[in-house]
Antibody, heavy 116, light 106 residues
């Protein structure tokens, strides 16, 4: 079955970077975009960006410009989200999700906590 | 950017009731809307794509409609398992955007 499995929870200090992975299985990795969506505690969903695993092309929300790097390694069917210059406002659960437009399925989520 | 709004923000109904959630877009977006269900502590689950296309395995009591700027998600007969927060999503051009969510309880 199609599955996205994400890396474990991370704790970072303000100003640091974090890299989250998303391992895909059960389908041909290069045929679907991987999107990243985050959710702060008790809040709604916020689209971060996407990577096309075939071409490596990326798009991201304007608010993350200059801080987000979306990559993939097709040899191990894994996508990555790296976010730099972290602040407390980046504390959230980060989800990866498959799809060029709507998202299905989603990974289990990775909690990123930014705290000194 | 396309802004999505939802109403109501919370909704309480009885088992067996029909409930409707409305999602509005800041400009016309054809039928480029998906609906998700999120239960506490879980990842969202896709229910409907392209405004009205029910995903495989989703109970038929869920339905979606609308086009342009106004969209609705309807649960025809609310069940205890439907307690969740529901989000609409715009997709077609970047950035994709979500509505703020509607919390449904019994």
């Amino acid at each position: 079955q199609v599955q996205l499995v994400q890396s474990g929870a991370e704790v970072r200090e303000p100003g640091a970077s974090v890299k989250v992975s998303c391992k895909a299985s059960g389908y041909t990795f290069i045929t679907y975009d991987i999107n990243w969506v985050r959710q702060a505690s008790g809040q709604g969903l916020e689209w971060v960006g996407r990577v096309n695993p075939n071409s490596g092309d990326t798009n991201h929300a304007q608010k993350f410009r200059g801080r987000v790097t979306l990559t993939r390694d097709t040899s191990i069917t894994t996508a990555y989200l790296e976010l730099s210059s972290l602040t407390s406002e980046d504390s959230a659960v980060y989800y990866c999700a498959r799809g060029r437009n709507y998202f299905d399925p989603w990974g289990q989520g990775t909690l990123v906590t930014v705290s000194s | 950017d396309i802004q999505m709004t939802q109403s109501p923000s919370t909704l309480s109904a009885s088992v067996g009731d029909g409930v409707t959630i409305t999602c509005r877009a800041s400009q016309s977006i054809s039928t480029w809307v998906a609906w998700y269900q999120q239960k506490p502590g879980k990842a969202p689950k896709l229910l409907i794509s392209k405004a009205s296309s029910l995903q495989s395995g989703v109970p038929s009591r869920f339905s979606g409609s609308g086009s342009g700027t106004e969209f609705t998600l309807t649960i025809s007969s609310l069940q205890p398992d439907d307690v969740a927060t529901y989000y609409c999503q715009y997709y077609n051009t970047y950035p994709f955007t979500f509505g703020p969510g509607t919390k449904v309880d019994i």
